[in-house]
């Protein structure tokens, strides 16, 4: 079992930044792709970002692309998504995911194992 717990959310005006991060304490860290979604009520979990086991290797959603950066920390076993010029429809719950494969994917079923959520609201 992987435990995922993010943090890092909050309240930001339109334009403005936050940084995510996800902990976890397994040791398997380094050999798992991770992943970033977002969800709002009434609509589906979507794919935000992902990034392989080794860090090499990074995908976005392209509402997201150029904004917003996903990085991996293997040595503390931690994940990060920088948000920078973040907009009223970035409003979201932001959700952790971890895969059981290094290589990382776009799809919400590639991913074993999901975090509580952080809420993130932007404000127009």
Known sequence: QVHLIESGGGLVQAGGSLRLS?????R???????????????KEREFVGSISGSG???YYAD?????????????????????????????AIYYCAARSFTYPSKTRAAFDYW???????VSS
Do not use: H
């Open 28 to 42: 398997t860290f380094g050999n798992r792709a991770m992943g970033w979604f977002r969800q709002v009520p009434g």
């Open 56 to 58: 090499t290797t990074e």
């Open 115 to 121: 975090g509580q959520g952080t809420q993130v609201t």
């Open 22 to 26: 996800c902990a976890t304490s397994t």
């Open 63 to 91: 509402s997201v692309k150029g904004r917003f950066t996903i990085s991996r920390d293997n040595a503390t076993n931690t994940l990060y998504l920088q948000m920078n010029r973040l907009e009223p429809e970035d409003t």
